[in-house]
């Protein structure tokens, strides 16, 4: 009779924890990410470089566009913006973004021979988000690749983060892409 009393005092809160459940929990569901946009102002130069893979992970490779080279030395100020193209009409990502910055974070990955990118926006916590930047391009002749990842609650206060590497950032890949650069 003691084991019965034992083995009902821990089996019947354990069925009343499990068949339990909370159905109206908010649930924030990653978003679908099919084109992303970076572009350039400077010098009345405007470079648009996009990639859209509207199969998402399907068998068709993104299609990656950049619309011109940079000139060495000058200094363009930047944005980046991420849709949904396979919404009717596409949906704008970048908002939310926005409106959650302290959980997300756009790095920049690039040669210093191509340039050198600086924060120009910041969350409410004052760390960098990385929607809008400010890029000075590198030397001419320079060649290589600029990859753009947007991460989902990165750790902002890591070593290295608030200055746009990525190395310790930690969090989730929301898109990352690679543009290829040239330097006139």
């Given at each position: 009779m003691k084991n019965l009393k034992l083995i009902a005092f821990f089996v019947i809160p354990t069925l009343f924890?499990?068949?339990?459940?909370?159905?109206d929990?908010?649930?924030?569901?990653?978003?679908?990410i099919t084109t992303v946009t970076t572009t350039l102002s400077g010098g009345g130069q405007i470079i648009t470089l996009t990639s859209r893979d509207l199969d998402g992970d399907g068998p068709n490779a993104p299609v990656v566009s950049v619309s011109g080279n940079l000139v060495a030395g000058r200094t363009y100020s930047g944005s980046t913006t991420?849709?949904?193209e396979l919404e009717n009409p596409a949906e704008d990502i970048t908002g939310e973004v926005e409106e959650e910055?302290?959980?997300h974070q756009v790095f920049y990955q690039l040669p210093s021979s191509i340039g050198t990118?600086?924060?120009s926006d910041t969350d409410t916590n004052g760390r960098p988000v990385g929607l809008n930047f400010t890029l000075v391009a590198?030397?001419?002749?320079?060649?290589g690749t600029l990859t753009v990842t947007l991460r989902h609650l990165p750790n902002k206060t890591a070593s290295g983060v608030s200055s746009g590497s990525i190395t310790n950032a930690g969090g989730n890949t929301d898109a990352a892409v690679t543009f290829s650069l040239a330097v006139n």
């Amino acid at each position: 009779m003691k084991n019965l009393k034992l083995i009902a005092f821990f089996v019947i809160p354990t069925l009343f924890s499990t068949s339990c459940s909370n159905d109206d929990a908010p649930v924030n569901e990653e978003e679908v990410i099919t084109t992303v946009t970076t572009t350039l102002s400077g010098g009345g130069q405007i470079i648009t470089l996009t990639s859209r893979d509207l199969d998402g992970d399907g068998p068709n490779a993104p299609v990656v566009s950049v619309s011109g080279n940079l000139v060495a030395g000058r200094t363009y100020s930047g944005s980046t913006t991420f849709l949904n193209e396979l919404e009717n009409p596409a949906e704008d990502i970048t908002g939310e973004v926005e409106e959650e910055g302290t959980d997300h974070q756009v790095f920049y990955q690039l040669p210093s021979s191509i340039g050198t990118v600086t924060y120009s926006d910041t969350d409410t916590n004052g760390r960098p988000v990385g929607l809008n930047f400010t890029l000075v391009a590198g030397t001419a002749g320079s060649t290589g690749t600029l990859t753009v990842t947007l991460r989902h609650l990165p750790n902002k206060t890591a070593s290295g983060v608030s200055s746009g590497s990525i190395t310790n950032a930690g969090g989730n890949t929301d898109a990352a892409v690679t543009f290829s650069l040239a330097v006139n």
